[in-house]
């Protein structure tokens, strides 16, 4: 793990999107509006506020950014379903 102090948080955000990995990120803070600016604006595949950065919900889609991930692939979650899932309709006359 790297610890880097940075002053501001504008130039917090510019630090940790200039990696080029985005698998998880994390913030603690008891500013809100900050927490949710920085869940919309952080290159990462999962955000978690407030908590550590692993452990997922095992329902949730886990996958990552830039050299995390090929950025178009999430696993578990309603994308596995999805990507498991054949749909068949089938039509029954109850009547015969």
Known sequence: M???AVEKFEAT?????GVDVGLSASLVTRDRK???????????G????DQIS????L????????????????????GAID????VKPVYLDYSA
């Open 83 to 86: 990507f498991y899932t054949r």
């Open 2 to 4: 790297a610890v880097l």
């Open 34 to 44: 900050k927490a949710m600016v920085y869940s919309e604006r952080i290159e990462a």
């Open 13 to 17: 955000l510019a630090v940790v999107n």
């Open 59 to 78: 329902q949730a889609p886990f996958g990552g950014v830039k050299k995390s991930s090929t950025d178009s692939f999430k696993e578990q979650g309603g």
């Open 54 to 57: 692993t452990g997922l919900a």
């Open 46 to 49: 999962v955000v978690k506020l």
